[in-house]
């Protein structure tokens, strides 16, 4: 039964969801370079324990955009339902690699916080839409974690 009446085409994306591959990896690569490039260590065992945890919890979401671990088969009530998602993800994704790119560089518009939050709101956006509230779930928890560990890592004033 469609959630909206007299609408009873079902659109399915199929066992694996290649947008959510795609963006997952356009999401990694920055993540990936940023973290390469910051490597120090931990003093607050506390702060290392949420850190680790909002990197797992970003694993578990790039993880969970491609792969419908819980849901079955991703799918949408209609075209105009599948068309939001990729247009509402295409902007989030363009927008975070606007944001990513240039601070790899070494130039610095926005907080750092600012990638995190584009990343959070892809995956929601992403669990939404997808009806995969595994994903919802752990985009709550990346987003928490990794800005309280960068809350708690900036020195103080």
Same mark, same amino acid.
């Given at each position: 039964?469609?959630?909206? =009446?007299?609408?009873?085409?079902?659109? @399915?994306?199929?066992?694996?969801?290649?947008?959510?591959? /795609?963006? *997952? !990896?356009? +999401? #990694?690569? =920055?993540?990936?370079?940023?973290?390469? @490039?910051?490597?120090?260590?931990?003093?607050?065992?506390? /702060?290392? *324990? !949420?850190? +680790? #945890?909002g990197w797992a919890?970003?694993?578990?979401?790039?993880?969970?955009?491609?792969?419908?671990?819980?849901?079955?088969?991703?799918?949408?009530?209609?075209?105009?339902?599948?068309?939001?998602?990729?247009?509402?993800?295409?902007?989030?994704?363009?927008?975070?690699?606007?944001?990513?790119?240039?601070?790899?560089?070494?130039?610095?518009?926005?907080?750092?916080?600012?990638?995190?939050?584009?990343?959070?709101?892809?995956?929601?956006?992403?669990?939404?839409?997808?009806?995969?509230?595994?994903?919802?779930?752990?985009?709550?928890?990346?987003?928490?974690?990794?800005?309280?560990?960068?809350?708690?890592?900036?020195?103080?004033?």
């Open positions: 039964m469609s959630r909206f =009446p007299g609408k009873e085409k079902k659109v @399915r994306f199929g066992w694996i969801n290649l947008f959510g591959a /795609v963006a *997952a !990896v356009i +999401l #990694a690569i =920055p993540a990936i370079v940023r973290a390469a @490039r910051c490597q120090r260590p931990e003093k607050n065992r506390t /702060v290392r *324990a !949420v850190r +680790l #945890a919890a970003g694993l578990a979401c790039m993880v969970l955009l491609w792969l419908p671990l819980i849901v079955g088969e991703f799918g949408f009530d209609g075209v105009f339902e599948m068309m939001l998602y990729l247009a509402g993800n295409g902007l989030l994704l363009l927008a975070y690699l606007a944001v990513s790119v240039p601070a790899l560089c070494g130039k610095r518009f926005l907080p750092d916080a600012v990638p995190v939050i584009l990343a959070a709101a892809v995956f929601l956006w992403s669990g939404m839409f997808l009806r995969h509230w595994l994903l919802v779930g752990c985009a709550v928890l990346f987003a928490a974690a990794t800005l309280f560990g960068m809350h708690k890592d900036r020195p103080a004033d």
